[in-house]
């Protein structure tokens, strides 16, 4: 996926804010600066790029992730569960140890 600088900056702010760092669904912390844009529906699986597909997450979780629809990462539990978004394209809600992560 090629993601504009102003996306990146969008997903960043859609869970963050203004803040300068963040920690990420697996435990691990971010910063603006310094994070990967992860396709909560794997891309591989028919996810779209829709920013409600995306999340940030560190380069480490992001590829632990990999293409997997539930697993543990860190001692955390997650499942995506596939659904349709605003637009009609799959999107995915991401849950770690039972809570919603994914807006």
Known sequence: MSISENERNQVWERYHGKEDSAIDPFGDEITKDDFVVDHIYPESKGGSDD?????????????????????????????????????????????????????
């Open 51 to 103: 920013i409600e597909n995306l999340i940030p997450m560190s380069e480490e979780s992001n590829q632990e992730k990999d293409d997997d629809l539930e697993g543990t990462i860190n001692g955390y539990n997650f499942i995506v569960e596939k659904k349709s978004g605003s637009y009609g394209n799959i999107i995915g809600i991401l849950y770690v140890d039972g809570e919603q992560v994914s807006l």
